[in-house]
């Protein structure tokens, strides 16, 4: 969780329900972990390609990526036994990175164009990324 005011000031209740997520990622994880059930939450490092974000974002500020790249961390996530795997904030380009993806430039909207990280991300997750990374913020 990052809960600096430079996320609150420009949209507070959006910064709000995002926080709300990870809370309740914390909370079901500890609620439910004696039944089996895992509970994670998984966040894009960089915009990823959607009507919202090219609408709100546009592409002048840097690129996003395809939402498959969600898809393919989720189903790794998915793919772990939910007994050893829950309670975690899991960053799209880190799990599949993990699982032995090289390539990422498949994921890219626009290979060329620098890629644009995604909101509420703290900024030590920026840093340690290998990724170059342009910020709104």
């Not at 329900?17 to 490092?45: Q, R, Y």
Request: a negative charge.
């Amino acid at each position: 969780l990052d809960v600096r005011a430079k996320w609150f000031g420009p949209h507070v209740a959006y910064t709000i329900s995002k926080n709300n997520m990870s809370l309740c990622t914390l909370g079901h994880a500890a609620e439910f972990a004696a039944d089996g059930i895992a509970v994670n939450s998984l966040w894009p490092l960089t915009a990823i390609d959607t009507a919202a974000v090219r609408n709100v974002i546009g592409t002048d500020k840097g690129g996003s990526r395809y939402p498959e790249i969600m898809a393919d961390a989720a189903h790794i996530i998915l793919s772990k036994q939910a007994n050893g795997c829950t309670g975690n904030f899991f960053i799209d380009e880190e799990v599949v990175l993990a699982d032995g993806v090289t390539d990422l430039f498949r994921y890219a909207h626009d290979p060329s164009a620098p890629l644009m990280a995604d909101f509420f991300l703290p900024d030590d997750i920026v840093k340690r990324s290998s990724t170059p990374l342009v910020g709104l913020y």
